[in-house]
Structures are given as structure tokens and as C-alpha cells.
């Protein structure tokens, strides 16, 4: 059971590069959504998804789209990356939109615009 | 103010010390609340979800407050393992599971 799979575990960018970062999931999950994490600010919503073809903005949105075209992928992508972007990306699902239940994350994406 | 807030710390105890952390949302319609567990260069993981009566699981106790809005972890027994970053988290009234920024604990031996 493979959980919640994000790829790449790691990434240089230059600023101005654009990039999709992959998430799925195999457990049938309604929600999902995109976390950053910067050092003493914890993780912050950027977008999430209560289920395919249903997106909306989290907390940080600016500079990050997102879709959701079926249950298990909802990929993350940098339009034109800046070194603000530098950052631990987390993608996280749950069986449930009411967030009753556990969030599974995948294993982070290290990104490093330059 | 965020919706999430907890002491940074670090929380530096000794092996078998007990430790207590809480944390306070301000969102009165919050539903759910949980605890989950950061390793160092990991991905956050549920430790336990808090419940309105209060629960235990082993050496941990959660408690919630809802009159105060806040909820809080207290951890029996220290051990070398328990050292990581303790996130407190709520959801459910908004679609949005909203973090705290996190509570480091590091236990001495």
C-alpha cells in the first residue's frame, strides 16, 4: 500500500522555471491538499481539493495553481519560480472532507529556487 | 492572531520527566482537533486526535477545552524517542486543516 507517493524528493530551479510537483494517492481519498513548510512558520495551506474537478485556495495561493482531473493525482505547479518558493513541500490526503479523519502525507519535496 | 498558536519551545526534559504542551485555535466552529508527531526532516504523521472528553493512549493524554479554546498534550514518561516537533492541528469548519507552527521536544538521556 503505497499511501501517498510525491515526486521529486528533491529540486534546483532558477527563478523564472517553471515546474509541476506530483503527488497521488491510492487510498481513495476525497481530500487533498498542498502544504509548504518554512523554518518557524510550520505548514501553511497553498491549495486543496474536497474531490475531482473541485479546487480552492489555502492560506499562501500567490504563484501556484493547482487541478484535481481525477481522485488519486492532484499535481502542484510553480508558474515561474523565485526564490521565495525555496521551500519543504508537503502533499496530504484524508478519507474525509469534514478533516474528522487521519491526513496522510506524502515524504516532502526539498525545493530550491536560485 | 493565527488560528493555530503554540510555544515554540525547545522543551528540553529528562529521560522519565513528563511534559506538557498546549495550544489555542480561535476559531469557535473548529470541529476536529489532533496532535501529530514531525520528525526531523520528515513528514508529520497523527500521534492521536483529541476528543471532547479527553483521551489517553499509552504514555500520552490529550485534553480539550472548548470553553477556552485550547487543547493540550501532556507525555508521561519521557523517553529519548519522544524527541521531535509536536504539531497541534484543527479542521472541519472551514475545509481547511490549519497547523500550528509546532512544539520542539528534545529528551535528554
Known amino acids: 500500500n503505497a499511501g501517498v507517493t510525491q515526486t521529486p524528493k528533491f529540486q534546483v530551479l532558477k527563478t523564472g522555471q517553471s515546474m509541476t510537483l506530483q503527488c497521488a494517492q491510492d487510498m481513495n481519498h476525497e481530500y487533498m491538499s498542498w502544504y509548504r513548510q518554512d523554518p518557524g512558520m510550520g505548514l501553511r495551506l497553498i491549495h486543496y481539493s474536497v474531490g475531482a474537478g473541485i479546487t480552492d485556495q489555502g492560506e499562501v495561493p500567490n504563484g501556484y495553481n493547482v487541478s484535481r482531473s481525477t481522485t488519486e493525482d492532484f499535481p502542484l505547479r510553480l508558474l515561474s519560480a523565485a526564490p521565495s518558493q525555496t521551500s519543504v513541500y508537503f502533499c496530504?490526503?484524508?478519507?474525509?472532507?469534514?478533516?474528522?479523519?487521519?491526513?496522510?502525507f506524502g515524504q516532502g519535496t526539498r525545493l530550491t529556487v536560485v | 492572531r493565527k488560528e493555530v498558536e503554540q510555544d515554540p519551545g525547545p522543551f528540553n526534559v529528562p529521560e522519565g520527566a513528563t511534559v506538557a504542551f498546549n495550544c489555542t485555535y480561535s476559531n469557535s466552529a473548529s470541529q476536529s482537533f489532533f496532535w501529530y508527531r514531525q520528525d526531523c526532516r520528515k513528514e508529520p504523521k497523527l500521534l492521536m486526535s483529541?476528543?471532547?472528553s479527553g483521551n489517553e493512549d499509552g504514555r500520552f493524554t490529550a485534553q480539550l477545552n472548548r470553553a477556552s479554546q485550547y487543547i493540550s498534550l501532556l507525555i508521561r514518561d519521557s523517553k529519548l524517542s519522544d524527541s521531535a516537533t509536536y504539531l497541534c492541528?484543527?479542521?472541519?469548519?472551514?475545509?481547511?486543516?490549519?497547523f500550528g507552527t509546532g512544539t520542539l521536544l528534545a529528551v535528554q538521556p
Open positions: 483529541v476528543y471532547s
Open positions: 492541528v484543527n479542521g472541519g469548519a472551514t475545509n481547511k486543516l490549519i
Open positions: 496530504a490526503s484524508s478519507y474525509s472532507v469534514r478533516l474528522n479523519t487521519e491526513a496522510f
